[in-house]
């Protein structure tokens, strides 16, 4: 499964960030999409997590809330 410590971005980017310009991409995105932010957000700009974010990672988290 995903790390725990992705589970904030994927809130950001299907929930958005009440209060700020961040809106939720939940409607314009795929669960493939999301993944593919996800993982390029934590393995790109010197991050170096390692692990793979999976689409059954974020269809699980939208069904968890």
């Avoid at 310009?21 to 170096?48: C, K, P, T």
Wanted: hydrophobic share 45%; glycine share 10%.
């Amino acid at each position: 499964g995903v790390q725990t410590c992705a589970l904030p971005i994927f809130a950001v980017l299907i929930d958005g960030v009440a209060g700020t310009s961040m809106q939720s991409f939940a409607d314009q995105l795929s669960e493939v999409d999301i993944a593919a932010v996800v993982h390029y957000e934590r393995n790109a700009w010197g991050n170096d997590v390692g692990d793979v974010t999976q689409p059954i990672d974020v269809l699980n988290y939208k069904q968890g809330q």
